[in-house]
C-alpha cells in the first residue's frame, strides 16, 4: 500500500490558538479521501500546510513521497489544487486563468479543457469581476481537472455550486478516480463525501477524530427503526444499545446501535412483526454525534 | 425618492473619514496657497513681472489659466489655485458619487436596500446630494477664509462658487456615467476621462494665443469656472452653463435609471477572449497584464510632468532671479551653480520622490496579490515563491527607471528645445532623473523587506515615503541636524544637473537596496503565506 499523503502528529498554531493539535491523516495512492469536518477545523491549515503555503510547528508530513515545505515547486508539478475561496484577478478572463494555471502546472489537456467547460456550462470569456461565487469555483475546478496531475487537492470545490452542477462534478471526479487519481476532498457537505469517497477522515478542532471506510464508520453509528408489532413491545426498551424509544400502544420507534442490531431484530421477532421500517445512518448522523459527544 | 435622507445619513458614515479629508485639504491649499502669495509676492514690481511671464508663457497658461489681476490678492489667488481647486471638487464629487451609485450595485449591495422601503430614484438621488452638499460646504468655508482675510465679499463667493458649481457639474457627469457601465470601474475611468478631457480642452484653448481657438475655453466646464473672472469682473452670468449642464444630465441618468434593470448599464458588458494570450504562460506573463496599465500610466504621465516642467524651466530661472525670497527657498533645497539648474535640481528631487510612489505600489502589489488569496493558487502550481516575489518586483526596479526615464526625457526634450541644444540637455537631464533611482530602489527595497519580514507592516512604507519627503524637502528651510535629513536616502542624491557627478554615494544607495531586498527575498521564503 502506498499513500499519498501521510501526515503524523501535525501541530500548527496561529499565535494563541491551535489550528492543528497533532493532526494524524493518511491518504492511499488511487483513492477518493473525504476530509471532512465544520468550518474552522483546520481543514483548509492542513492542505495548505500540504501545499507547502504554511510552514508546519512539528509533526510530519509527506506528499508524494516529497517534503511540502522544501521540495515545492517538484511536488507541485504533480498536483493541482482548488481553493475554498477563489478569488479571480478581475481584469482576466475565466479562460485566461484556466490556460495561466494550466500551463504554470506543465500544460493542460485541451480536449478535457473543451469538455469540462461545457459540461460546467461556464463562459471563458467574462471577466473574473463579473463571475459569482460558484462560476469563479467553476473556472479552478476547470483549470485543475484538465491538467494531467497525480493528485488533486480540493477544499470545499462545491460549496457555490447548485445541485445540478454538483451531479457534473460528481460525475468528474469518479471519472478522476477511474483514471487512477488520488483525490483529498475537503466538506462539510456530506452527501458529497457519502457519493463520493473511498474512505474518510474526520477533522475537529484540530485533530483526526475517526478515519475509515464508509463501512467501518457506520459501526459507529445508529440505525434508525419504526415498527409495529402484533403486541406492546416488551423488553426492548431495556436492551444493549437502545435508545431514545418511544411506545404507542403496539408502535414502536427507536435507534439502535448498528452492532447491536442483531439482539434487538430477534426481540422484535418474538413480539411478531406487522411493519418495519428502517433506515440506515447517514454520514449526516454520524458527524452531527461526533460533535454533540464531543460538547 | 423615499428613503433619500436615510441612504444621505448611510453615504456621511461611510465617508466619515474620507470626505472630511477632501473637504480640509480643499479648503487648507486655498489658505495657504493665499498666505504664501501675500508673502512671496508683496505689492509691486513682482507682481508685474509674473503677470508678465503667466500670461506670455503657453505652459503656464495651459496648467493655469491666465492671470487676469495681479495687482490684487484675490486675482493672484483666483489664478495660482482656481482652476486646481475645481479640478480637485470634481474629482472629489466623481469618486464619491461612483462609489455611493455604480460601486454600490455592482458589490450587489444596492440590491439589499433596494429591497426595503426605498424608492427607485433614491440611491441615485442620495449620491447626488451628498456630493452637493460637500461641494457647498467647501464653498461656504472658503468664502468665511477669505472674509476673514479681508478680501472683497463679491469676488470670494463668486470664487468659492466656481469651485462648488465645477464640483456640482461634475457630480452630474459621474451621476450619469454610471448610468452607462454594469462596473464601477468603467464609470470612474469614463467620468475621469471627462474630467481629464476639459482640463486639456481648456488648456488648449487658454494657451492657444490671441489668433488662436481660444473660444476652446468655453467648452470645458473647467473652463466655465475660469471664465467667472473671480476677483477680476465677477461674472455670476456664466454660471448659468454648468447649471444648465447640471440640469440636463441629471434629468438624463433619472430617465435612464427608471429604464435600467437594477445591475445592469446601458452599454453592454464586453466579453474578453476565452483563450490565455501567449505571453501568459508564467509568473512574469500575469504579473505584467496587472501592472502595465500602471506602468504605462506613470511613464505617460511622469513624461508630461516632465515637458511641463522643462517647457517653463527658462521661464522661472527668470521669476526666481526677480524673487529674492524665492532665489534662496529654491536654492536652499537645490544647491548651488546656475540658477535653472539649480531649478531643475529641485524638480528632479521632486520628480525623484513622486517616482518612488510608482515603485512602491508596484511592490506592494505583492501584498495586495497576497491578502486578496489570488497568490495562494500560484503558489499552489510550480511557481516558486522567489520567481513570484521577482515577476512583481521587476516592475519596481525596471519600470522605475522606466518612469524616471521618461521624466528626464520630458524635461530634457523641452527645455533642450527652448535652449536650441537639445542634443547637449537631454543627457544631462536623462542622468540628472537616472541618479533618483538609487534611492527610489531604497525605498522599494524597504518595501519589500516589510512584505517579507513583517508584512502586516507594508503600510508603514508609505510613512516611510512620507518622511523621507518632509526631511529632503523641508528639512533645508526648516533648518532641521543634518544627522536627521541623513537618514533620508534622497538626501544623499547629487543636486544634479547642476553639482558635480559623484558615483560614492550612489553606489552605497546600490548596496543599502542590494541587502534590503536580500532580506526582503529570504523573508518571504520563510513564511507562511496570509490565509
Keep these: 500500500m502506498t499513500y499519498a499523503i501521510s501526515v503524523s502528529d501535525l501541530v500548527k498554531t496561529f499565535g494563541p490558538t491551535r489550528a492543528l493539535d497533532g493532526l494524524d491523516l493518511t491518504v492511499r495512492t488511487g483513492e477518493v479521501h473525504g476530509f471532512l469536518g465544520p468550518n474552522g477545523a483546520g481543514k483548509s491549515t492542513t492542505i495548505r500546510v500540504l501545499l507547502g503555503l504554511l510552514r508546519a510547528d512539528s509533526g510530519t508530513a509527506r506528499l508524494l513521497d516529497g517534503d511540502p515545505w522544501r521540495d515545492t515547486a517538484a511536488l507541485h508539478r504533480r498536483l493541482a489544487y482548488v481553493p475554498g475561496d477563489v478569488n479571480l484577478w478581475p481584469n482576466l478572463t475565466g479562460g485566461e486563468v484556466i490556460d495561466l494555471l494550466g500551463r504554470l502546472r506543465g500544460g493542460l489537456n485541451e480536449k478535457r479543457r473543451a469538455d469540462l467547460l461545457e459540461r460546467f456550462e461556464l463562459d471563458p470569456r467574462k471577466k473574473g469581476r463579473t463571475y459569482s461565487k460558484g462560476n469563479r469555483q467553476k473556472v479552478a475546478v476547470v483549470a485543475a481537472l484538465s491538467s494531467d496531475v497525480e493528485l488533486l487537492v480540493l477544499d470545499e470545490p462545491t460549496s457555490g455550486l447548485d445541485p445540478l452542477m454538483e451531479a457534473v462534478f460528481q460525475e468528474c471526479i469518479n471519472e478522476e478516480r477511474e483514471r487512477g487519481r488520488t483525490v483529498l476532498l475537503s466538506s462539510h457537505i456530506l452527501a458529497e463525501v457519502e457519493a463520493l469517497c473511498d474512505r474518510v477522515s474526520i477533522i475537529r478542532t484540530g485533530k483526526i477524530v475517526e478515519t475509515g471506510t464508509m463501512a467501518e464508520l457506520r459501526h459507529l453509528t445508529r440505525t434508525s427503526i419504526a415498527a409495529e408489532l402484533a403486541s406492546p413491545p416488551n423488553g426492548i426498551a431495556n436492551l444493549p444499545g437502545v435508545h431514545d424509544l418511544k411506545a404507542e400502544g403496539n408502535r414502536v420507534r427507536f435507534e439502535v446501535d448498528s452492532d447491536k442490531l442483531d439482539a434487538v431484530l430477534k426481540q422484535l421477532v418474538d413480539s411478531g412483526v406487522r411493519t418495519l421500517t428502517s433506515q440506515p445512518p447517514t454520514l449526516e448522523e454520524l458527524f452531527l454525534r461526533h460533535y454533540e459527544d464531543a460538547k | ?531
Excluded at chain 2, 441612504?7 to 493665499?34: E, Q, Y
Excluded at chain 2, 513682482?46 to 505652459?59: E, F, M, V
Excluded at chain 2, 521632486?350 to 510612489?357: E, K, L, N, P, R
Design chain 2, 1 to 531: 425618492m423615499i428613503g433619500t435622507w436615510n441612504l444621505v445619513r448611510l453615504a456621511l458614515r461611510r465617508d466619515r473619514i474620507i470626505l472630511p479629508v477632501w473637504i480640509i485639504a480643499i479648503v487648507g491649499i486655498t489658505l495657504s496657497t493665499a498666505t504664501a502669495l501675500e508673502e512671496l509676492y508683496p505689492v509691486g514690481q513682482a507682481r508685474q513681472q509674473l503677470s508678465l511671464t503667466a500670461n506670455t508663457n503657453p505652459a503656464f497658461l495651459a496648467m493655469l489659466g491666465p492671470l487676469r489681476d495681479a495687482h490684487t490678492l484675490g486675482g493672484l489667488l483666483a489664478w495660482r489655485w482656481g482652476l486646481l481647486a475645481a479640478l480637485a471638487a470634481g474629482v472629489m464629487s466623481m469618486l464619491l458619487v461612483t462609489r455611493h451609485t455604480r460601486a454600490e450595485e455592482e458589490a450587489g449591495r444596492l440590491e439589499l436596500i433596494g429591497s426595503t422601503v426605498v424608492g427607485r430614484h433614491a440611491p441615485l438621488a442620495a449620491a447626488v446630494l451628498t456630493a452637493f452638499g460637500a461641494n457647498v460646504l467647501i464653498g461656504g468655508l472658503i468664502v468665511a477664509l477669505l472674509l476673514g482675510k479681508g478680501l472683497p465679499a463679491e469676488g470670494a463667493i463668486a470664487f468659492a462658487s466656481s469651485i462648488t458649481v465645477t464640483g456640482w457639474a461634475f457630480t452630474a457627469v459621474s451621476a450619469f456615467t454610471a448610468q452607462l457601465s454594469e462596473n464601477s470601474r468603467t464609470a470612474n475611468s469614463m467620468a475621469g476621462a471627462v474630467v481629464a478631457g476639459t482640463y486639456l480642452v481648456r488648456a488648449a484653448g487658454d494657451s492657444a494665443g490671441d489668433s488662436g481657438p481660444t473660444w476652446l475655453t468655453w467648452l470645458s466646464p473647467l473652463g466655465w469656472a475660469e471664465q467667472v473672472h473671480a476677483f477680476a469682473g465677477d461674472r455670476y452670468w456664466v454660471f448659468a452653463l454648468p447649471l444648465a449642464l447640471v440640469v440636463v444630465l441629471l434629468t438624463t441618468s433619472a430617465v435612464i435609471v427608471t429604464k435600467r434593470d437594477v445591475g445592469l448599464g446601458l452599454l453592454p458588458t464586453r466579453l474578453g477572449s476565452a483563450r490565455g494570450a501567449p505571453s501568459l504562460r508564467s509568473p512574469f506573463g500575469l504579473a505584467w497584464r496587472l501592472q502595465r496599465g500602471s506602468l504605462i500610466g506613470w511613464t505617460a504621465g511622469l513624461f508630461l510632468l516632465g515637458v511641463v516642467y522643462g517647457s517653463i524651466a527658462q521661464a522661472v530661472g527668470d521669476m526666481v532671479n526677480d524673487n529674492p525670497l524665492m532665489k534662496k527657498v529654491i536654492s536652499a533645497i537645490g544647491g548651488s551653480g546656475g540658477l535653472i539648474d539649480i531649478y531643475l535640481a529641485t524638480i528632479f528631487g521632486m520628480i525623484g520622490m513622486i517616482s518612488s510612489i510608482y515603485l512602491v505600489q508596484a511592490t506592494l502589489r505583492l501584498r495586495s496579490e497576497e491578502t486578496s488569496f489570488r497568490a495562494e493558487p500560484l503558489l499552489a502550481t510550480p511557481v516558486s515563491r522567489p520567481a513570484w516575489v521577482a515577476s512583481h518586483f521587476l516592475f519596481a526596479i525596471v519600470g522605475g527607471a522606466l518612469v524616471l526615464g521618461a521624466a528626464g526625457l520630458g524635461v530634457g526634450l523641452t527645455h533642450g528645445l527652448r535652449e536650441g541644444d537639445v542634443g547637449g540637455i537631454l543627457p544631462r537631464m536623462l542622468g540628472a532623473a537616472l541618479a533618483q533611482l538609487p534611492a527610489a530602489w531604497v525605498v522599494a527595497g524597504i518595501a519589500l523587506v516589510l512584505f517579507g519580514l513583517f508584512p502586516q507592516l507594508t503600510g508603514v512604507t508609505w510613512g516611510v515615503l512620507g518622511a523621507c519627503l518632509v526631511l529632503t524637502m523641508f528639512g533645508p528651510v526648516m533648518k532641521l541636524p543634518q544627522l536627521l535629513m541623513d537618514l533620508s536616502p534622497f538626501t544623499h542624491l547629487p543636486k544634479l544637473p547642476g553639482a558635480t557627478w559623484t558615483a560614492e554615494p550612489l553606489l552605497w544607495l546600490v548596496g543599502a537596496a542590494l541587502v534590503l531586498v536580500a532580506a526582503g527575498f529570504a523573508g518571504f521564503r520563510r513564511r507562511d503565506l496570509t490565509t
